[in-house]
């Protein structure tokens, strides 16, 4: 992936491509090779990806600058 394509996506996007990216270093550390999916089948349905970010909004420390920001809104 180039820095021009990271740049584009948005912060919800760039988190669950470090995820995702985390889980397969794990999978090869413990000797499992994670299946390949088809380009297509790996983009998350919406109601999916609106669930996903909120389960790891959920399980993220708040900070004071989240907290507040949060406030605002």
């Known amino acids: 992936m180039k820095a021009a394509d990271v740049r584009a996506m948005t912060l919800d996007q760039?988190?669950?491509?470090?995820?995702?990216?985390?889980?397969?270093?794990?999978?090869?550390?413990?000797?499992?090779?994670?299946?390949?999916?088809?380009?297509?089948?790996?983009?998350?349905?919406?109601?999916?990806?609106a669930k996903t970010a909120k389960l790891r909004a959920a399980a993220r420390p708040k900070t004071a600058s989240r907290a507040k920001s949060k406030s605002k809104k």
Do not use: F, H, M
């Open 14 to 49: 760039i988190d669950d491509e470090v995820l995702k990216l985390k889980t397969i270093a794990t999978q090869k550390r413990s000797g499992q090779e994670p299946a390949v999916k088809a380009e297509s089948a790996s983009v998350p349905a919406p109601e999916k990806k």
